[in-house]
């Protein structure tokens, strides 16, 4: 069986999607779960919102696997949640950026 390519761009439409992928990967090849145990719950998310984005699914799965472990506190996760939403609401797009680029010339 050929594994995807998932260095193509079409593999995951946003960052995240592939760190919340690469997170669940790491985090069974570490012993904290069973495989078993993360498909059973992606199977359910994915028969409860057929229509879902697939990540959205699995980041959904991934989360109730690990606040039943007791490795993500779900008032952690929300008081988190609201300080992004807080942070973007007043991010400016026509307020100047400080954080430094690298800009790589063609010439060596």
Known sequence: MALPELDAPEAFAAPWEAQ??????????????????????LSR????HPDEAYYHCWARAALDLLMEMGLVDEAELLAQSLAVIRYRAQDHHHVARTTPITVVSGRR
Do not use: P, T, Y
């Open 20 to 41: 919340i992928f690469a997170m669940v990967v790491e985090l069974h090849k570490s012993g904290m779960f069973e495989w078993r145990d993360f498909a059973d719950r």
């Open 45 to 48: 998310e994915i028969h409860a």
